[in-house]
């Protein structure tokens, strides 16, 4: 009887951790999609496309909060695809390019309103400067210190992440003849690398005890990239990259290369609220 009573038990734990083992491969199969908003400057009215009013940011940030999404930090978004980490059913990352002024006046206290949180993908060279080093006239709109976005950042309101130290310029504009990140013609992969490298350290360095969140991210300038961009940087510890394509993005947790690269919409000043949800929803 006794023998019977522990075959019995072994069989039973036995059963117990197959299932268990279904269990854990199915959690690790779980996947989230994660749609990633992309907004640049505000204002309180607005006829520009690209600049949005604080009536249509109010009204879309709603809207995606009446929705059931979640709006998500890229260490969550990092930490489940790396560790597994739980992330909510309708994970949502908001994000502002360039570091605008208007991002902590207008749009932070709307998302602190509304529980919501953002990345901000900051130009390194312009942070917390009154003119463009490279013509010595004024950045218009004006660009927010590290300082000053602090209080957002100790609340969770914001995150300050990369748009690249000097790499967000184009070969028109006369400076350094790239278009972002793209290599120079005729450019040898030794120099490319260097140029990449070097701004990636400025930026560092310039951000360095001054932001107390992790640099993990980065969007690129105008969307460009290339493979060796994006594979020195996840070399330089960048786990997570965006462009401005426009499409969502599927995470599965144990496959780090759903991180790089990914789409963003560009939400515009005539989206309004339930354009937003509509389009959000569809993406699920």
């Known amino acids: 009887m006794n023998l019977k009573w522990k075959q019995g038990a072994a069989l039973l734990l036995a059963a117990l951790l197959v299932l268990l083992g279904i269990n854990i491969l199915y959690a690790k199969g779980q996947t989230r999609v994660l ?15 690209t600049v949005v009013s604080v009536h249509a940011f109010r009204q879309q940030m709603a809207a995606v909060k009446e929705a059931g999404f979640t709006a998500v ?3 969550q978004i990092r930490a489940f695809v790396e560790e ?15 570091g605008y002024t208007s991002n902590l006046t207008l749009a932070a206290p709307i998302l602190e309103e509304l529980g919501l949180r953002a990345t901000v993908f900051v130009i390194g060279i312009n942070e917390g400067e009154t003119v463009y ?6 950045l218009t709109p004006p660009r927010f210190s590290y300082e000053e976005a602090a209080p957002w950042v100790e609340k969770g309101v914001l995150d ?4 690249t130290y000097d790499l967000h310029q184009l070969a028109s504009y006369g400076y350094s003849g790239r278009d972002s990140v793209l290599p120079l013609e005729g450019e040898s ?28 991210a980065l969007a ?11 594979r020195l940087l996840e070399e330089e510890g960048i786990a997570l990259t965006f462009t401005t394509e426009s499409h969502s993005n599927r995470l599965t947790p144990g496959d780090p290369s759903c991180l790089r690269r990914m789409g ?11 354009t937003l949800k509509r389009l959000l929803e569809d993406a699920l």
């Open 160 to 163: 300050l992440q990369s748009h």
């Open 35 to 49: 749609s990633v908003l992309m907004y640049h400057h505000f204002a309180q009215e607005s006829t520009a496309e």
């Open 189 to 216: 992969h030794e120099a490319y690398e260097a140029v990449l490298r070097k701004d990636m350290e400025q930026f560092r360095q310039r951000r360095e005890g001054r932001v107390t969140t992790d640099l993990i």
């Open 73 to 75: 930090t890229v260490e």
């Open 220 to 230: 690129y300038p105008f969307g460009y990239w290339t493979e060796e961009a994006d």
């Open 133 to 138: 080093v490279h013509s010595g006239q004024p």
């Open 264 to 274: 963003r919409y560009n939400v515009t000043e005539s989206m309004d609220g339930q």
């Open 84 to 98: 597994g980490e739980p992330l909510p059913d309708k994970p949502i990352l908001i994000t502002m390019d360039d």
